[in-house]
């Protein structure tokens, strides 16, 4: 392959309040993270998959992987992650391949995001050369507040987009960017802008949500249940 996902699961997950870390909690019998690989290793073209598991759970994740991948099990690597997700990542960018051109980082909390949408953002970035993210239109109303309640404005959500993952690169220039970056960002779309890079929004998927509370949880059991398919 010359497209890798690196899927990053080594969260612990706290908003959840579960014991194990989030990507290993069961929802109908499987664990998010099967359900995250189904969709990569559900793609049109094959890719290398590098899952970034926290430490202690390097051998579940394996067996997680090599479960869903089959006979695809050699394109699998699983690496330990580090404190902070941006850490998680570089480590998961060091476990790739040389002949790897484009790079999608995906959260395995968004356990349900399709194939379909990691297929887009390849060819997203393969067509542009730049940085594809997977974007929604904002449907509230969003104020700005003040810690007391207080409203100071209103933001136009005409120019909102709440991202998502699967986010892909070329690369270059994701490796670039992490190399140049010292700060913290809550997506690589924001490291990568940082450092320069040119990151465009192509159309997400509801399926794509990020399962962070007990009630998405729920969520993504009604959206699995037998009944609801
Ligand atoms: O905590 P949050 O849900 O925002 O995390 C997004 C994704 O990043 C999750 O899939 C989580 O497992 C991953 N992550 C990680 N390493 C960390 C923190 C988060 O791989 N240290």
Redesign the pocket.
């Given at each position: 392959p010359d497209a890798a996902v690196v899927v990053?699961?080594?969260?612990?997950?706290t908003?959840l309040g579960r014991a194990e870390?989030?990507?290993f909690v069961s929802v109908m019998g499987r664990p998010l993270l099967a359900y995250a690989l189904d969709a990569v290793f559900g793609m049109d073209r094959p890719v290398q998959v590098v899952v970034?598991a926290?430490p202690g759970f390097l051998a579940e994740a394996r067996a997680i992987g090599e479960d869903v991948a089959g006979s695809a099990s050699g394109h699998l690597r699983v690496v330990v992650?580090?404190?902070?997700?941006q850490?998680?990542?570089a480590a998961g960018l060091a476990a790739l391949d040389p002949a790897i051109e484009v790079v999608l980082v995906h959260?395995?909390?968004?356990a349900l995001a399709p194939s379909g949408l990691h297929d887009a953002v390849v060819a997203a970035v393969r067509e542009s050369g730049v940085g594809a993210v997977p974007g929604l239109a904002v449907v509230d109303t969003i104020k700005r507040v003040n810690a007391a309640g207080g409203i100071l404005g209103t933001v136009d959500r005409s120019e909102l987009s709440a991202v998502q993952t699967p986010q892909g690169f070329p690369r270059d220039l994701l490796e670039a960017a992490y190399a140049a970056s010292s700060k913290e960002f809550t997506d690589d779309a924001a490291l990568v802008a940082s450092a320069g890079g040119t990151v465009r929004i192509v159309p997400g998927d509801p399926l794509a949500f990020?399962v962070?509370t007990s009630w998405d949880l729920r969520r993504a059991e009604q959206l699995l249940a037998p009944e609801a398919r």
């Open positions: 990053v699961a080594a969260g612990s997950g908003r870390p989030k990507a970034v926290p992650g580090g404190a902070t997700r850490s998680s990542v959260d395995a909390a968004r990020k962070t």
